[in-house]
């Protein structure tokens, strides 16, 4: 098989290069300069339309596939909102004919109210003024030396008071 003549390759794809004399070179003692001359031809501006067009509708693409996800992971959590609500209301219709589940029924009720108002949040994109207040976790680094006083404090108060400490 014939070796590839890459001289040849590179005059075609980047056109032919001027080359300074080597007469005028030994003149300066430099080397000879080798100063290849921009190509502007239509099969080189086609190139380059065409390697923009693509990028072009890769972008696009990406673009795409970037919505149709993120529509995605917004339906499903519109779904999960609307089945803790049924849940939360299947669960209140069960024990409301209970006579002793009044607590399980309050709580129930109070999980149905956080669930609504977490669902009338997501559609409508603000929380609703009768919603429950949001708890907010406290991490255990933001803890310092003055909360562990007060805590000593209630347990030192509650040493007295028998009711609080009797379960029976």
């Known amino acids: 098989m014939p070796k590839r003549n890459r001289a040849n390759e590179q ?3 980047f056109g032919t290069a001027a ?19 921009p190509v502007d031809d239509a099969a080189t501006r086609a190139a380059k339309m065409f390697a923009e067009s693509l990028s072009a509708h890769e972008a696009a693409d990406q673009a795409e596939r970037e919505r149709v996800r993120l529509e995605t992971e917004q339906m499903q959590r519109h779904e999960t909102l609307k089945a803790n609500k049924q849940r939360a209301a299947d669960l209140i ?3 409301r004919g209970q006579d ?17 108002a977490e669902l009338q949040e997501f559609e409508t994109g ?3 003024a009768w919603a429950p207040a949001v708890e907010v ?6 803890h310092d030396d003055s909360h562990d006083d007060s805590s000593e404090s209630a347990d030192d108060n509650s040493i007295g008071d ?7």
């Open 162 to 168: 028998d009711s609080a400490s009797t379960s029976e």
């Open 100 to 116: 002793r589940a009044r607590q399980r029924r309050v709580e129930a009720e109070a999980a149905y109210r956080v669930a609504l």
């Open 11 to 13: 005059r075609k794809q």
């Open 19 to 37: 080359v300074v004399p080597v007469a005028a070179a030994a003149k300066t003692d430099a080397a000879p300069v080798v100063v290849a001359k």
């Open 137 to 142: 976790e406290v991490s255990s680094d933001s």
């Open 93 to 95: 219709k069960e024990l």
């Open 126 to 128: 603000e929380r609703p």
